[in-house]
């Protein structure tokens, strides 16, 4: 598996959320992005669990998967599998480091801009600080009763070849991130939404290092 397809497999997130939602455009986009951006800045730690949903044209059955979220500023992120398989991803320090079934591998990312703005765009998405890669995205605001909607269509050609678009879904109540979508061009996407989260309380940095 090549990195471009591990990274997307363990993390785009893709899923037609708009069922039962009529979304609008959004009539004041500029302040819903300063207010994103006010409550992303104060945003150094989130905890989450979370469900995964994988859908390949392939297969006729999703695959579903459980587990823990962990983000501390800066650039730290803990992907932790926990069912039906164990399975963790760390990003941290412009690397990513694997263990799966025991086994750890780890990837140095500042060699490669795509693997640096695949990374920012997830670290950002996660964070809720959406709005940092204007040149490298194209933005659509809307809005329903309850939900922010922001659409990100990219404009690099090589992210392109993989990726169709991104939609971040937003509780209007606190502005935290509450589903994540992103497309593939093939039609395969991956769905994550989150729950039970927790900002702003302590994580140790050993949670970010894989013993």
Known sequence: MNYYTLLIVAFCCAYNFSLGQSFT????????????????????TLKSDFTQIKHLN???????????????????????????????????????TIKDE????????????????????LISSIKGDLLVEQSDYKYEFKESLNSFLVIMLPKEKKVQEF??????????????VEKVQMMEQSGDYTLIKFKNKKINESISDQTFIIN
């Open 25 to 44: 455009y959004m009539e004041d986009s500029k302040k819903f992005q300063a207010n994103l951006q006010s409550i992303a800045q104060k945003t150094t």
């Open 58 to 96: 392939v297969l006729s059955e999703n695959i579903e998967s459980n587990g823990k979220l962990y983000f501390k500023s800066e650039s730290n992120l803990r992907w932790e599998y926990t069912a039906p398989l164990d399975y963790l991803i760390i990003l941290r320090k412009g690397k990513v």
């Open 102 to 121: 025991g086994k750890v591998s780890s990837y140095d990312l500042s060699g490669n801009k795509t693997f640096q703005k695949i990374n920012e765009m």
């Open 163 to 176: 990726l169709k678009s991104i939609k971040i879904y937003f509780l209007k109540k606190d502005y935290s």
